[in-house]
């Protein structure tokens, strides 16, 4: 079942399957998820958008760092995490920019917040609102240990302060990509995610990317459905001093 190397070469693109298509406007799916109203925006800390460490300097010093001292990470860490990772940078009349690029502007990837111990934040499952930069708890506790658990054992995601899930809502690249979709969202996860880990290295904490996981058992902690929304990429933070 050689399904990755099928994919990779249905996927191509050439001059003869891109002639004469044309995208329906009326099916474009909505940018943002949207929660219904009554769930509570929890407004996270300006972020710094000039300072932090020079950049040359967060490549040089950035690292997969897998232990945590399980200190709580103050909020305004993880606002800076979460704005580096997808904050808006750029709003013109009919478009907003992020930090990130993404495949034609359409930006399917969706961040989840699961909080372990962040000072001001109950731990949970939060979604990142990135027009408002804010967080909408959608359920309470600590999901530390079962997602170690959903990621193969891999302690760190217990021992973290927080974790971010990157989900991809496929629908959305799907519409203008078909199937070639498929390339893009991790791109773009993969963007994002190398943005969330420097800027933990500017705000002195430790990060490491995750891959390796049960896709079904992270699915279900974050409650999406694993065929309209899935999630494709993990990353855990922490103190490390
Ligand atoms: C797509 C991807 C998936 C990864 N998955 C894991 C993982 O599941 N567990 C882990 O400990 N590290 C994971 N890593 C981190 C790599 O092991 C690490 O980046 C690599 O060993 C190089 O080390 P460095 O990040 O310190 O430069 C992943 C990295 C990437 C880019």
Not at 174 to 201: C, E, M, P, S, T
Request: charged share 20%.
């Amino acid at each position: 079942m050689a399904y990755g190397d099928d994919y990779q070469q249905l996927s191509k693109y050439s001059r003869e399957t891109l002639k004469g298509k044309n995208l329906d406007w009326n099916s474009k799916p909505p940018l943002y998820k949207q929660y219904p109203p009554d769930l509570e925006h929890i407004e996270l800390d300006k972020p710094d958008r000039q300072g932090g460490e020079p950049f040359y300097s967060l490549l040089q010093q950035r690292r997969s760092e897998r232990s945590y001292n399980k200190a709580a990470v103050s909020g305004s860490k993880l606002s800076q995490v979460l704005w580096a990772a997808q904050g808006i940078t750029l709003t013109t009349e009919y478009h907003q920019f992020r930090t990130a690029p993404s495949a034609g502007g359409l930006f399917p990837i969706e961040t989840y917040c699961a909080i372990n111990n962040v000072e001001g934040f109950k731990p949970g499952i939060y979604h990142y609102q990135v027009p408002y930069h804010s967080l909408i708890l959608l359920k309470e506790g600590s999901y530390g240990l079962e997602l170690a658990r959903a990621a193969l054992g891999q302690k760190m995601l217990r021992d973290s302060s927080f974790n971010l899930v990157w989900s991809a809502m496929i629908e959305r690249s799907r519409w203008k990509y078909d199937q070639r979709a498929y390339r893009y969202i991790y791109l773009d996860a993969g963007h994002i995610a190398q943005n969330a880990a420097l800027a933990a290295v500017s705000c002195g904490l430790g990060s490491c990317q995750v891959g390796a996981f049960f896709d079904e058992e992270v699915n279900q902690i974050i409650d999406l459905d694993g065929v309209n929304e899935f999630a494709i990429y993990l990353s855990s933070f922490g103190e490390t001093k």
